[in-house]
């Protein structure tokens, strides 16, 4: 029996603009999902995804002999039919040397709330399969692959694409002295990123100045001292977002009389964002109707 466990994230800076090489700070959390993988004596993988209550949301049975998605009926189906298959790209010989696998994934979080479920499972099966999660995530889900180096790491990192295809991943000290101000809300909806993406990838125009400003933000956010500079930050990277994806700030939108700031945190409009208050504040989004509400410590590793 093999057992594999990946990280979840969070991308606190450079959403969007991190797919044309501005520097992000990405933030891995305390959830994740597990992977366990057990050899049969059958050429085939029974595969089981449980939920974070235990409970079964998706089950198959993949004949090794028969790859193809067009026949299976279920979208998730479907796209693990197509992870396969990029395994096969990857490490043609796999399959070939095995018989076949009982395998479980766990979530230790909610599905919808896009803490990772997609980039878990890549590097969990990459590790199991020995090929590299980041060409594994790019045969199949996309993306920048931020959510591959949370995945694989344990503590806050900056995370930058490069002209070469490659990545500069660095590991950095973000433990703000103001941390217990800091607090995720969960939006109620599941964003889904290839959607924002697509949205992100249409607009044409010169993004240069704006990269080397975030950029500047995410190297002051690391380094910042107190709650009101990082506040200030924060609120110029949503405009500075704001104007090229062509969608109001979250604040704007939903929290407008909110005493604080608030960050949209990867695709706009879903999932978390997080949200700055000298007090609590789970009483004013409670009372808005968002229920979720997780202080720093316990979403950060």
Not at 55 to 73: H, K, M
Not at 101 to 128: M, Q, V
Not at 258 to 273: H, I, P, R, T
Request: glycine share 6%; proline share 4%; hydrophobic share 40%.
């Amino acid at each position: 029996m093999q057992t594999f466990f990946s990280n979840g994230k969070l991308l606190l800076t450079a959403e969007y603009v991190v797919l044309d090489g501005a520097l992000s700070l990405a933030i891995p959390t305390e959830f994740g999902q597990s992977m366990v993988v057990e050899p049969i004596n059958e050429p085939k993988i029974i595969w089981k995804s449980f939920d974070e209550t235990g409970a079964i949301w998706f089950e198959e049975v993949v004949l090794l002999n028969n790859l193809s998605s067009s026949d299976y009926d279920n979208p998730f189906s479907k796209r693990l039919i197509e992870i396969f298959n990029a395994v096969k790209q990857l490490n043609p010989n796999f399959f070939e040397n095995s018989n076949g696998f009982e395998i479980a994934t766990l979530l230790d979080f909610p599905r919808h709330w896009g803490l990772g479920t997609s980039s878990t499972l890549i590097n969990n099966i990459a590790n199991w399969v020995n090929v590299d999660a980041y060409k594994l995530l790019a045969l199949t889900f996309g993306g920048s692959g931020y959510d591959i180096a949370c995945a694989q790491h344990s503590s806050p990192l900056t995370y930058q694409l490069q002209p070469n295809n490659s990545r500069t991943i660095n590991t950095v000290e973000f433990n703000p002295s103001f941390k217990e101000q800091l607090y995720f809300v969960y939006l109620n909806k599941k964003q889904n990123s290839r959607d924002g993406i697509a949205q992100y990838k249409s607009n044409s125009t010169d993004i240069s100045a704006s990269i080397s400003e975030i950029n500047a933000i995410t190297l002051a956010c690391i380094s910042c001292k107190t709650l009101t500079e990082f506040n200030k930050l924060i609120t110029t990277h949503e405009s500075i977002i704001s104007k090229l994806i062509k969608q109001e700030p979250v604040k704007h939108t939903l929290f407008n009389d909110f005493n604080g700031s608030v960050k949209s945190l990867g695709a706009w409009g879903g999932d978390f964002v997080l949200a700055t208050s000298e007090t609590n504040p789970s009483s004013y989004f409670k009372d808005k109707g968002f229920d979720v509400i997780l202080p720093y410590s316990e979403m950060v590793i």
